[in-house]
């Protein structure tokens, strides 16, 4: 079974810099991918980011970086120069071959910027 | 291009009720996916469907939950006698394949149901 694993139900960062969110998973199949998704106040899931196992660098897009650690089986999710506009509830996913097309989800964190 | 739509953004019914969520997906898109997301909590998997091979069921809670999709585009989800532990947020995705694991899901903004 996967599992997708959030210990941080919530954080805060102030404007313009940069801050880690966690997330580990579980999983036996040797082909995966990672994905995180972002979810404003307004309820809608954005996707930000992607990593699959078999990449050999981790994956940047803009100010969203993944740390990819495949040995300990964490993803974390960094965001540098935080903006307002960031505050959200972050969910990090997970998808293998072994379980068709489905999304597992952690529980999320959410992310509170400060001035 | 448009996003995937859902209607309606908001349903209150009552206990008893049947209740039918619809989904639009992107045009081009082949797979569709339905989760459920209880308030405070992850996106829970209930149904998923891939052109015209027998859609994945395995995460519909009950048999009091069922969804179609004609024509390979839009999908309805509909809830019998719905219950008041029904209540949540109800998310339509949609992806260009199932095959692989690389391709990202793109979600609508959701039906929110309340069973009062």
């Known amino acids: 079974a996967q599992k997708i694993t959030q210990t941080q139900p919530g954080m805060f960062v102030q404007e313009k810099e940069a801050v880690t969110l966690d997330c580990t998973y579980d999983t036996s199949d040797p082909s995966y991918g990672l994905f995180w998704y972002k979810q404003p106040s307004s309820g809608e899931m954005i996707f930000l980011i992607y990593q699959g196992s078999y990449d050999q660098q981790n994956a940047t897009e803009g100010r969203y970086s993944l740390n990819f650690q495949k040995a300990r089986k964490s993803a974390n999710l960094v965001i540098s120069a935080s903006q307002l506009g960031d505050s959200a509830m972050y969910f990090c996913a997970m998808r293998s071959t072994g379980t068709a097309s489905k999304l597992t989800f952690g529980t999320g964190t959410r992310l509170q910027v400060t001035l | 291009g448009a996003g995937v739509s859902q209607s309606p953004s908001n349903k209150v019914t009552e206990k008893g009720k049947d209740v039918e969520l619809r989904c639009d997906p992107i045009s081009g898109h082949t797979a569709l996916y339905w989760y459920r997301q209880s308030l405070g909590q992850g996106l829970e998997f209930l149904i998923y469907f891939q052109g015209n091979s027998a859609p994945d069921k395995s995460g519909l809670p009950s048999d009091r939950f069922s969804a179609e999709r004609t024509g390979g585009s839009v999908s309805t989800l509909t809830i019998q006698r719905t219950q008041q532990e029904d209540s949540a947020v109800y998310l339509c995705?949609?992806?260009?394949?199932?095959?692989?694991?690389?391709?990202?899901?793109?979600f609508g903004p959701g039906t929110r149901l309340t069973v009062t």
């Open positions: 995705a949609s992806s260009l394949a199932v095959a692989g694991v690389r391709y990202e899901q793109y």
